[in-house]
């Protein structure tokens, strides 16, 4: 597999297996849906943000820091792998956890990921909804720096230039799973938020030679302003590797799948996350790969795809999050 220059350390399982789903698969008249199984990346219930934080901490170490910032909504699974990461590998780290409009249920406020946080160890600001997650880290990390430390503050959902290497490499992977399995995909949907797994899986496809779609459902804005994010990161990342520039034609996202705000739970999510459970055994999460596998689900059933193509469905993890939503999943008693 080509290989990346970029410094990283070594925090998840690799590769993550590519499954078929043989039982939907058999329910619906479609396109051939497999999974590829990121849930599966092995840090503290694994996820997305694994490969991510494998340059996030290279780099955070070559600068001498001594504490992790980070910042995402209270139930952030960003959050938990980076308390899960400075927890590895011996650094501070404290979170600054947003409270998401419209969710104030016990579970969601003590359970899931956040108490997932503390068992790791992670130092928790809990700020209301609307606050400016940024200015608090950086106030912060003044206060840090003039105690001694050296804090190395990252973005919301670890999406940076540093960061999106991690799916620059998710790609080169995959383009060894598929010439190792002899397969092909017509397309790869996965949730798209703060950019970087879309962006850095655009960039990784493009340096293995491979031109497959990668339809992003988002968890939180338009697709216009999705696509018009993932886009700009898109060609930082590929300034950095010295590639061609994608075209915005490449980058796709759709937006009616999220519904009315982030972290908002729908039917739809509802009734995927139950199926993938049912008939897979798969465990998807209400805020990300639930409205994914929703508008993937969604996406067959209108005709999207040709019935005769096969689909993959990139799961990001996020499963602690499911027992914060335990009031909206559990069934009727």
Same mark, same amino acid.
């Given at each position: 597999m080509q290989k990346l220059s970029h410094p990283k350390i070594q925090l998840g399982h690799w590769p993550t297996p590519l499954e078929p789903m043989l039982r939907i698969n058999d329910m619906h008249k479609g396109p051939e849906l497999w999974v590829k199984r990121d849930d599966c990346s092995g840090l503290a219930f694994g996820g997305n943000k694994t490969r991510k934080l494998e340059y996030l901490l290279a780099d955070a170490q070559l600068k001498g820091a001594t504490t992790l910032l980070t910042a995402g909504g209270l139930q952030s699974n960003h959050a938990r792998q980076t308390a899960a990461a400075a927890a590895r590998v011996g650094l501070g780290c404290e979170l600054f956890l947003e409270q998401v409009e419209g969710i104030s249920e016990a579970d969601y406020s003590h359970s899931g990921n956040v108490l997932l946080d503390q068992?790791? =160890?992670?130092?928790?600001?809990?700020?209301? &909804? =609307?606050? @400016? %997650? @940024?200015? &608090?880290? &950086? %106030?912060?990390a003044e206060t840090l720096s003039a105690s001694d430390e050296v804090p190395y503050v990252m973005p919301v959902g670890g999406s940076n230039v540093v960061g999106a290497m991690g799916y620059v490499n998710c790609g080169l992977e995959l383009a060894q799973q598929l010439q190792h399995q002899q397969l092909s995909f017509d397309a790869i949907v996965l949730a798209t938020g703060s950019a970087g797994t879309q962006a850095g899986l655009l960039a990784g496809l493009a340096l293995a030679g491979l031109d497959i779609p990668v339809l992003g459902v988002t968890v939180s804005r338009s697709s216009d302003e999705q696509c018009q994010k993932v886009l700009a990161l898109l060609h930082e990342v590929q300034d950095v590797l010295k590639q061609p520039k994608l075209h915005e034609d490449h980058v796709i996202c759709f937006d009616q799948y999220y519904g009315s705000a982030y972290g908002d739970p729908t039917p739809q999510m509802i009734e995927a996350v139950r199926l993938a459970a049912s008939l897979e055994g798969l465990l998807l999460d209400p805020v990300y790969s639930g409205k994914a596998f929703a508008g993937l689900l969604d996406l067959v059933r209108h005709g999207y795809f040709d019935t005769s193509g096969r689909i993959l469905f990139l799961h990001t993890g996020g499963a602690p999050g499911l027992f914060a939503y335990s009031n909206c999943l559990s069934e009727p008693s």
């Open positions: 068992l790791l =160890g992670a130092r928790v600001h809990r700020l209301p &909804a =609307g606050q @400016d %997650l @940024d200015k &608090a880290m &950086a %106030l912060r």
